[in-house]
């Protein structure tokens, strides 16, 4: 069964350093999405991503944020600076022409 | 601001019961999604409501949505230990195929033997 896979699944970074994030979304899906988790706390949209440019983005997608479709298969979510608050579990997700968001397994990052 | 409130937050039951949790918002929603998530993984979706007063089944798992397509409802009947978990829902306030979802804080359930 096709799924969205994300790497690496746990991410430790020191404050102020930059990370990328990896999705591979399925393949036939034209729209992919990053959300986040911070734990105990709700699930929050960041960002969607169509054709090649961001279609609509949360007031966290602050400049620090940026998402990337490199090739025809990743999807990817770039932390530039980070802050200790950006820790939190972040979830790649994509979909097609159907109403349903189909979820990878998340990224857990940790900012030290 | 769109909020999903969930009822209950937590819920502990023994293994047989019936249950329902409940997610409610003031915002119409185009459809409404519920998620199951295990700890450390990502949310795993169960099913789509789309039309107002929509059942669906699946399993044990009865979900409905709400006429107004504001609220939903999700019953699960004789309850097991595999059905511990978190519970989410989420209404889709996206456009066209554009899927943005608000989320609720989940219902986290316990199902004791």
């Known amino acids: 069964e096709p799924e969205v896979t994300q790497t690496p699944s746990h991410q430790v970074t020191q404050m102020g350093q930059e990370v990328i994030l990896r999705c591979v979304p399925i393949s036939n899906h034209l729209y992919f999405y990053w959300y986040r988790q911070i734990l105990g706390q709700k699930v929050e949209f960041l960002v969607s991503?169509?054709?090649?440019?961001?279609?609509?983005k949360s007031e966290i997608f602050d400049d620090q944020f940026s998402v990337e479709r490199p090739d025809g298969s990743n999807f990817t979510l770039k932390i530039r600076s980070t802050k200790l608050e950006d820790s939190a579990m972040y979830f790649c997700?994509?979909?097609?022409?159907?109403?349903?968001?189909?979820f990878g397994q998340g990224t857990r990052l940790t900012v030290v | 601001t769109q909020l999903l409130e969930q009822s209950p937050q937590f819920l502990s039951i023994q293994e047989g019961e019936n249950l329902t949790v409940y997610c409610n918002s003031s915002?119409?929603?185009?459809?409404l999604q519920w998620y199951r998530q295990e700890p450390g993984e990502g949310p795993v979706l169960l099913v789509t409501v789309v039309t107002g007063g929509e059942v669906k089944k699946l399993k044990r798992l009865t979900f409905q949505f709400g006429d107004a397509r504001k609220d939903s409802s999700l019953h699960i009947t004789a309850a097991q230990t595999g059905d511990t978990g978190l519970y989410l829902c989420a209404g889709d306030r996206g456009a066209g195929n554009n899927r943005k979802l608000i989320w609720g804080l989940g219902t986290s359930l316990a199902v004791n033997p």
């Open positions: 997700a994509s979909s097609g022409d159907s109403t349903e968001a189909f």
């Open positions: 915002s119409v929603f185009s459809s």
């Open positions: 991503f169509y054709n090649n440019e961001i279609s609509e």
